[in-house]
């Protein structure tokens, strides 16, 4: 699962970390609304939005509890056993395993308080049946001990985790810890999983991930991949994702595309509303290759390193309602220390876009109704022009788009004409971007000109030689002819502008003018933010 020709068109460069480095929930850090951990940088003082700048589903969840503030406030869960359920007994080593071994599909079990522990095995682990339940007690523990590499794994469908902290697995790179074997239909709900090694937790289809922490986990909290790109109708809501990637994947394999808050790869229908994704090493949430019909909706995404969202070549979404605040400053300041002008984004779309014939909810990627605050940069809609099916710059190897089924068909003559032409080529197009705030104070982020861009751009295609992308096709196209709009935003700081290429940057009214025509009806007042 490779980063598929993120950030230009050369491998990621390791980052030299400044020292704004966030490691989520520790001592106790305040909800949305609030300042977070690590929220800082050298010189800055970075303070939460005032009220009137928050949207109210921001502000207050259902019953008017803070939305997703749920590492340090854990819902308590069953204190007495549920009829008919069966007892875990943590002093008895493997307990958990065994009894689930020994009992029918569709059994609950009820853990105890205390350490549950199970055979001290690499490969221990608990093979969940059809149906099962796992209810935690208030102060219930599952621990790896740096000793066992997975929880629950089995390919059972419709298995609950609830109410239960996970912790201190060792799963291997880019594996994970609870589902490991990625089954369908599993509901992990109020339920804390941190400290261990690889992901939090894997995915299938129809599975519900629900008021849970996912919280300082060695690679992902959660790495929503299935063997054979089947994950259908994903529920991601109302948690708390923070603090990922403590083993910094991204320093240990250059380029590697494979850290962060929460990864999508090949998923079909996934709602992601209501959680706080903050103070993540690396993006905060990714959707990466051929995923399709998305909805990321009243989220807060904060004080992430990275990117809050990066959005790959991939297809049909709504990006809507969410607050995006002080993410980026780690990587976008790297690399302009560096000399790098690309215009590192906060939100990232990159070869995707809005595609009719793809079945979905939406045959475009709307993007609207966000609250933008102090991140490092706007929106940059971005292609590689060297990057299609079957070329050498797509890093998803033996991956093509939605639209072509044998990668090899991808090939001279035949890529030169319609509609392979086309259709060999993942597509920044039908990306709609209204009604959106973006405000940006250089004296909170500790920036200059370089942190307050939005883009539209491709790189001049080159390779390979039988391409038939070769110079500022590619460019032209994503600029000029794919129906990318802004429109309707309103702008608070010193914003400009960049299309086509990197070094073309443009003032408010050049943007608005011929040939980009962009941001009709949008207000811009320059200065600081707010």
């Known amino acids: 699962m490779g980063i598929g020709g993120r950030y230009g068109v050369r491998a990621v460069a390791p980052l030299t970390l400044v020292a704004l480095v966030a490691t989520g929930c520790v001592g106790a850090p305040s909800g949305p609304g609030g300042p977070s951990a690590g929220s800082g940088a050298p010189g800055t003082s970075a303070t939460a939005s005032s009220p009137a700048s928050r949207t109210p589903s921001e502000a207050r969840g259902a019953g008017g509890v803070p939305r997703a503030r749920v590492c340090d406030r854990p819902a308590a ?32 079990f009820w853990l105890r308080p205390g350490r549950h522990r199970l055979e001290p095995d690499a490969y221990a682990q608990v093979i969940a049946k059809e149906g099962n339940r796992y209810l935690g007690a208030p102060g219930a523990v599952l621990d790896g001990r740096k000793v066992n590499q997975y929880a629950f794994g089995g390919t059972a469908r ?13 799963a291997p790179h880019n594996e994970g810890v609870v589902n490991h074997d990625m089954a369908d239909g599993w509901l992990i709900e ?15 289809a129809r599975q519900r991930l629900r008021a849970s922490c996912l919280r300082d986990n060695g690679q992902y909290g959660m790495n929503a991949y299935k063997t054979g790109d089947s994950i259908r109708g994903l529920v991601v809501e109302g948690n ?19 850290t ?3 990864k999508f790869w090949a998923v079909d229908g996934a709602d992601v509303r209501g959680n706080w994704v903050h103070g993540n090493r690396g993006t905060g949430l990714w959707a990466d290759n051929n995923n399709n019909d998305f909805r990321f909706e009243d989220n807060l995404l904060e004080s992430n390193d990275g990117a809050a969202l990066m959005y790959e070549t991939s297809y049909n979404a709504v990006i809507r309602n969410n607050t995006i605040r002080r993410n980026n400053w780690v990587e976008g300041r790297a690399y302009a220390e560096d ?38 940069n706007g929106i940059t809609l971005w292609e590689n022009a060297d990057r299609f099916c079957n070329s050498p710059a797509n890093t998803s190897t033996g991956y093509c788009t939605r639209l072509v089924k044998d990668t090899r068909s991808c090939a001279p003559p035949a890529i030169a004409r319609a509609p392979l032409y086309a259709d060999c ?64 935003n309103v702008y608070r700081g010193p914003w400009s502008f960049l299309a086509g290429d990197p070094g073309r940057v443009l003032r408010p009214g050049q943007w608005q003018g011929a040939p980009y025509r962009q941001d009709a009806g949008s207000v811009f007042a320059p200065g600081t933010g707010g």
């Open 77 to 108: 869960g069953p204190a007495t056993p549920p009829a008919g359920a069966v007892t875990v007994d943590p002093a008895v080593v493997g307990d958990l395993a065994a009894k689930t071994e020994q009992y029918p599909p569709h059994t609950t």
């Open 158 to 170: 419709d298995v609950t985790v609830r109410h239960l902290t996970v912790e201190r697995f060792v």
């Open 190 to 204: 109020h339920t804390t999983i941190q400290y261990n090694s690889g992901a939090g937790l894997m995915a299938g």
């Open 240 to 258: 708390e994702i923070t603090g990922n990637n403590t083993d910094d994947w991204e320093r240990r394999r250059p380029g590697c595309g494979c």
């Open 260 to 262: 962060g808050g929460v």
């Open 339 to 376: 000399g790098d002008d690309f215009p590192y984004a906060t939100v990232y779309v990159s070869e995707a876009g809005g595609e009719p014939r793809i079945p979905a909810r939406t045959d475009r990627i709307e993007i609207h109704g966000n609250v933008l605050e102090d991140n490092w």
């Open 425 to 488: 080529r993942w597509k920044t197009q039908r990306v709609d971007i209204h009604d959106n705030r973006f405000a940006l104070d250089p004296s909170v982020v500790g920036c200059g000109a370089e942190c307050a861009r939005m883009a539209v751009f491709a790189n001049e295609g080159g390779a390979p030689d039988w391409s038939p992308y070769q110079g500022r096709r590619v460019a032209e196209a994503i600029t000029l002819r794919q129906g990318n709009r802004w429109h309707g």
